[in-house]
């Protein structure tokens, strides 16, 4: 069963504006770990920001933000003021202990980011 | 801090042969990971090694393993090549011991198999 959704294949959205990549997320296991990264052109895997299951308050990394919603299995990355070298690849991921697979990050298929100027 | 650093940046094979990737983890992480990400299939886990043990195997054929050695840098090795083991072969490390731990990536191995 597919564990992680990013139901967005692609995002277009303009410079300074503010973006939402979705992420939705499948876990029997109570303490489980959210992840993003961006992954430009060049194919690197940059870690961006980090929401646990019991952390009270939403994660932000400076212009990056995480809309944690723990009853929907949903958490969002939100992008304030866009910028051009915003434009990549963005994937959610999930670590939890279900089916005794610690410490494997499970990756969605991702969303490609694109900022206009 | 120095990053993850894996070698060869690209390889070219011919179906049947074999063929062996190097990855060196951030100082101090002995957890390492190595994922396949194709167009098609996206980010597949491959395996995860920590303190030389394999720790989690993903669901790839027995042509696809790997060994991690005393300073934790790990090696992937790929038998009897096929031309759907074309990807880009990734590989993290982290301290890999919370679950809050993020994986900390190289460039990657761009494999192509004729």
């Known amino acids: 069963a597919q564990k992680i959704t990013q139901t967005q294949p692609g995002m277009f959205v303009q410079e300074k504006e503010a973006v939402t990549l979705d992420c939705t997320y499948d876990?029997?296991?109570?303490?489980?770990?959210l992840f993003w990264y961006k992954q430009p052109s060049s194919g690197e895997m940059i870690f961006l920001i980090y929401?646990?299951?019991?952390?009270?308050q939403n994660a932000t990394e400076g212009r990056y933000s995480l809309n944690f919603q723990k009853a929907r299995k949903s958490a969002n990355l939100v992008i304030s003021a866009s910028q051009l070298g915003d434009s990549a690849m963005y994937f959610c991921?999930?670590?939890?202990?279900?089916?005794?697979?610690?410490?494997?990050?499970?990756f969605g298929k991702g969303t490609l980011l694109t900022v206009n100027p | 801090k120095a990053g993850v650093t894996q070698t060869p940046r690209y390889l070219i094979k011919t179906r049947g042969q074999q063929v062996t990737l190097s990855c060196s983890p951030i100082?101090?992480?002995?957890?390492v990971s190595w994922y396949q990400q194709t167009p098609g299939q996206g980010l597949q886990f491959l395996f995860e090694?920590?303190?030389?043990?394999?720790?989690n195997k993903g669901n790839f054929p027995g042509r696809f393993s790997g060994r991690q050695f005393s300073n934790s840098r790990s090696e992937m090795n790929v038998s009897t090549l096929e031309l759907g083991d074309s990807a880009l072969y990734l590989c993290?490390?982290?301290?890999?011991?919370?679950?809050?731990?993020?994986?900390?990536f190289g460039n990657g191995t761009r494999l192509t198999v004729t």
């Open positions: 929401q646990g299951s019991y952390d009270q």
């Open positions: 090694y920590f303190s030389e043990t394999q720790r």
């Open positions: 876990t029997s296991d109570p303490s489980y770990g």
């Open positions: 991921a999930m670590r939890d202990f279900s089916g005794g697979s610690n410490y494997k990050l499970t």
């Open positions: 100082s101090g992480h002995r957890s």
């Open positions: 993290a490390s982290s301290t890999g011991t919370t679950v809050s731990s993020p994986l900390h």
